[in-house]
């Protein structure tokens, strides 16, 4: 069964810096992975999807690589921002399994970015 | 387009009371699945949908209906609502399960 792991759960920073989050799977044989955002009371918001095929992908200061050998994917956020706090989110889709088959998600990274 | 939305944002319940969550999406797309959260659990799989008339059981269907008559529509039934229900339901849709998935702002039950 896979599971994910978020490692830290929680993080605090000052403005400014450089951050990595990192997300672990037990399982390589996957077919995706998907890194959302979480606001407190609201839902999750897709932030980049890395096909198992891909090394990584870009968007705007956030940079997320994978490799799926070693069970490990990493979310880079450049130049923090105090809007970037939220919870983070990493979930797993399996290769194999039937069309309709679920996500498995991490419990997440609540980043906190001080001013 | 407005993605996914998902009514009422709060509800409370008794036990026993039944209710339906919607869920509606107007993206065209075929996928849709609706998740609970729960603190320590993460995010599960209730009932998923590869299409308008097909269902299918997710991780922790007990105690939960779902039917798909049309694309853009995925209610949630809570047949007879008891205290373990209480969580946040989110709805999600995708172009096939294997694309980008985009949830909904989420429902958060309560039952007492």
């Known amino acids: 069964k896979q599971e994910v792991t978020q490692i830290p759960a929680a993080l605090s920073v000052p403005e400014g810096e450089n951050l990595v989050l990192n997300c672990s799977f037990t399982d390589s044989a996957i077919y995706n992975l998907q890194w959302f955002r979480q606001d407190p009371g609201k839902g999750l918001t897709s932030l980049l999807l890395?096909?198992?095929?891909?090394r990584e992908q870009t968007s705007g200061r956030l940079n997320a690589s994978l490799d799926k050998s070693s069970g490990r994917s990493t979310l880079y956020i450049a130049a923090s921002q105090p809007g970037d706090s939220a919870t983070y989110l990493c979930?797993?889709?399996?290769?194999?399994?039937?069309?309709?088959?679920?996500?498995?998600f991490g419990e997440g990274t609540q980043l906190t970015v001080n001013p | 387009n407005a993605g996914v939305t998902q009514t009422p944002k709060f509800q409370v319940l008794k036990t026993g009371q039944s209710m339906t969550l919607q869920c509606a999406q107007d993206?065209?797309?075929?996928?849709m699945s609706w998740y609970r959260q729960d603190p320590g659990m993460g995010l599960r799989l209730i009932h998923y949908s590869v299409g308008a008339g097909i269902t299918d059981q997710g991780e922790v269907p007990n105690g939960y209906n779902v039917s798909r008559s049309t694309t853009e529509d995925f209610p949630l039934r809570l047949l007879s609502a008891a205290p373990s229900q209480t969580s946040v339901y989110f709805c999600?849709?995708?172009?096939?399960?294997?694309?980008?998935?985009?949830f909904g702002p989420g429902t958060r039950l309560t039952v007492t």
């Open positions: 999600a849709s995708s172009r096939t399960s294997f694309y980008e998935q985009y």
């Open positions: 993206m065209n797309h075929e996928y």
């Open positions: 979930a797993v889709r399996q290769l194999g399994e039937t069309s309709g088959s679920r996500l498995t």
């Open positions: 890395i096909q198992s095929s891909q």
